[in-house]
């Protein structure tokens, strides 16, 4: 694997699975028996074909949410690091647990949404995948519009708290880019 201008931090990330970014809003519908297309960019991102497992799970804001078999095992893994005898984190586990389902992709790029979980995120006919980093979101098309009208006002106020560390930036990519230091990086002057 070529290296480039990251250097060797970017490619233990990549080796590790951690760069798996999925990122995009894509409107689809869903058809009688509750399928809808994940589209070539999420598939591909996702990981190859035959990784054809999915899990879908309760999300927030009403959505729902898509994991690789990968992701909702590091998922598992951070929740588990969870205190077990804490009684809010129990009543999540068993709600995130007893409702999140395993779908298989078909051989068209499809995935059957349980109707329970269709039922949990007020799904119909439009709905919305957003990619979010390691995870899908599935929204219902309205919900969705009404969530993006009322936070898109105030995007700058959240990229400053989501990414206080760096003017804007994320920590994480700031040390991986090598952004704000200079050692380790040189010109083709010099």
């Known amino acids: ?23 995009g809003t894509f409107h689809r519908s869903l058809d009688e028996k509750l399928r809808f297309a994940i589209p070539r960019p999420l598939r591909d991102a996702i990981g190859p074909d035959e990784n054809a497992t999915l899990y879908i799970a309760p999300g927030t804001d009403g959505s729902l949410e898509v994991y690789s078999e990968q992701a909702f095992t590091r998922l598992a893994a951070q929740l588990e690091a969870g205190p077990r005898n804490d009684r809010e984190v129990r009543a999540f586990n068993r709600l995130f647990y007893g409702q999140v389902q395993r779908v298989e992709l078909d051989k068209q790029g499809r995935v059957r949404l349980p109707a329970e979980l269709a039922q949990l995120a007020s799904l119909d006919k439009d709905i919305v995948l957003v990619g979010v980093r390691d995870h899908i979101e599935i929204w219902n098309f309205q919900r969705w519009e009404a969530y993006v009208d009322s936070t898109q006002p105030h995007y700058d106020e959240l990229a400053e708290r989501a990414t206080p560390d760096f003017g804007g930036l994320p920590h994480s990519v700031n040390k991986v880019a090598g952004v704000g230091r200079t050692s380790g990086f040189t010109t083709s002057e010099g």
Do not use: D, P, R, Y
């Not at 699975?17 to 990122?23: F, P, Q, S």
């Open 1 to 23: 694997m070529k290296v480039g201008m990251f250097g060797a931090e970017w490619e233990t990330l990549v080796q590790s699975g951690e760069a798996m970014l999925l990122t």
